[in-house]
């Protein structure tokens, strides 16, 4: 038998010919980039990648990946990722969907999709606005966030989708941001080698309708203050000199300093618990004057939704078939005069 060797791509090779039609200085640009550096990198032939958005800024991505790709209705991005991967258990299906998207119209889907750990990636770009709708609010934008549509403050309270996707049970759940593309393509890999849903909220600054949303995180006067990446195995460390740290204090995460401490918490995203990623999907979302969390909160294992689909198929197979009048007068038949 003669085993073919597997293409060698480039980024270029995951490039398509059409124009990008982002407003220049977007944050689309850095992710677009990254899942293009690092789709060379997963060793799977190019026509097994799928890419599936609904409505938004971030949904014209399919047309900018040189690979297959589905630009759906709004909200409905993973109910049909959900047909694509069920009838082809084999593909590569990332879905590509926005904070107005995915969690607005979308929210329903977002929660069962998850709860039933189906096989994809979910990328959620988060810019806490509606962009291609020119600016009104969204389900992440801040309490008395003023926009068009808010123009005295929304009364809304945030969905925070870290909390909302480790509630609905996500096997792998992720934070990364657009100007730190080293560690949002660390955060591709390790989500695109995860069997079932993985879940990776991306902050992305939108300049025109909602610039410096995430200016904390990503100044480097600043960001080092208010942010804390994670580490699998090792304490929660962050500021300017490594100088501070998060203990828990009961179910409440509080900021100490390193020196003289001998109990910073262990960052564990292997537990089956889901209290840990719970509470550090909250930190400086929910909970402000604490550091946000970057990087894998919780990867743990279970069943995928197609595995087990695919094995009742199978099971059903099994059961001795009989003659079609068999079938048909099986269960329960009534006779209609």
């Known amino acids: 038998m003669v085993i073919s060797e597997q293409p060698k791509y480039t980024k270029a090779d995951f490039e398509s010919d059409n124009d990008v039609r982002w407003c220049p200085g977007c944050g689309d640009y850095a992710i677009l980039s990254a899942v293009q550096q690092v789709m060379p990198q997963l060793g799977i032939p190019k026509e097994k990648f799928v890419f599936v958005s609904g409505i938004g800024c971030s949904s014209r991505f399919p047309y900018y990946m ?44 977002f929660l ?107 100044d480097k006067d600043v960001k080092s203050d208010n942010s804390v990446y994670l580490e699998d195995g090792k304490p929660l460390i962050f500021g300017n000199n490594h100088e501070k740290a998060i203990k828990l204090n009961g179910f409440h995460p509080e900021i100490i300093k390193v020196a003289g401490s001998n109990n910073p918490l262990i960052h564990d995203a292997k537990s089956e618990d889901r209290g840990l990623a719970y509470v550090l999907g909250q930190m400086g979302v929910e909970n402000p004057g604490l550091p946000v969390a970057f990087g894998v909160l919780r990867k743990v294992q279970r069943p995928t939704y197609q595995e087990l689909l695919y094995g009742q198929e199978e099971q059903a197979k099994q059961k001795p078939k009989g003659s079609l009048e068999q079938i048909l007068n099986s269960g329960d038949t009534w006779v209609v005069k």
């Open 66 to 109: 040189n690979c297959y790709g589905f630009h759906t209705i709004h909200g409905r991005a993973l109910t049909v990722a959900t047909g694509v991967k069920s009838v082809n258990p084999e593909l590569s299906v990332w879905v590509i969907t926005g904070d107005g998207d995915g969690l607005s119209i979308g929210g329903n889907h």
């Open 112 to 218: 069962h999709a998850i709860r039933r750990n189906q096989d994809f990636k979910i990328l959620l770009f988060n810019n806490k606005i509606y962009g291609l709708t020119k600016g009104q609010y969204s389900p992440t934008s801040e309490f008395g966030k003023k926009t068009k549509s808010t123009p005295m403050g929304s009364i809304d309270t945030p969905i925070n989708p870290i909390s909302l996707a480790i509630a609905s049970g996500a096997t792998f759940v992720a934070r990364t941001v657009d100007k730190n593309v080293k560690h949002m393509m660390d955060i591709l890999k390790q989500a695109a080698e995860h069997k079932g849903t993985a879940f990776v909220e991306i902050y992305q600054n939108c300049w025109v309708f909602n610039d410096n949303a995430f200016v904390s995180y990503t």
